[in-house]
Nanobody, 121 residues
Framework: QVQLVESGGGLVQPGGSLRLSCTAS????????MGWYRQAPGKQRELVAL???????NYADSVKGRFTISRDNAKREMYLQMNSLKPEDTAVYYC???????????????WGQGTLVTVSS
């Protein structure tokens, strides 16, 4: 069984900061690309940022310069530091990971349950 759990969401004023965390647990052999996605009310889920196992990152244009993705492979954790938050960043944020299970060979995608970020005054 593999599980991804996000934490760190909440209510923040415009211009504020939040740090999201995602922890992977279970029978894991290897965690490859990890990423943060978000889904605002009435909109489709969209990519926010990706990070490879060796730390290569990619960001959506809307968050470049404001958000920073990072990971700690030893802890099986991923983070999203969000600064200069705007009301349009309000969404449920999901983490996703490509994981090879113990005893497995091919990676599969796993999703967390999501954490709500609300940016409002």
């Amino acid at each position: 069984q593999v599980q991804l759990v996000e934490s760190g969401g909440g209510l923040v004023q415009p211009g504020g900061s939040l740090r999201l965390s995602c922890t992977a647990s279970g029978s894991i052999f290897s965690t490859n690309v990890m990423g943060w996605y978000r889904q605002a009310p009435g909109k489709q889920r969209e990519l926010v940022a990706l990070i490879s196992r060796i730390g290569i990152t990619n960001y959506a244009d809307s968050v470049k310069g404001r958000f920073t993705i990072s990971r700690d492979n030893a802890k099986r954790e991923m983070y999203l530091q969000m600064n200069s938050l705007k009301p349009e960043d309000t969404a449920v944020y999901y983490c996703k990971a490509e994981i090879i299970k113990s005893g497995g060979y091919y990676p599969s995608d796993y999703w967390g349950q999501g954490t709500l970020v609300t940016v409002s005054s």
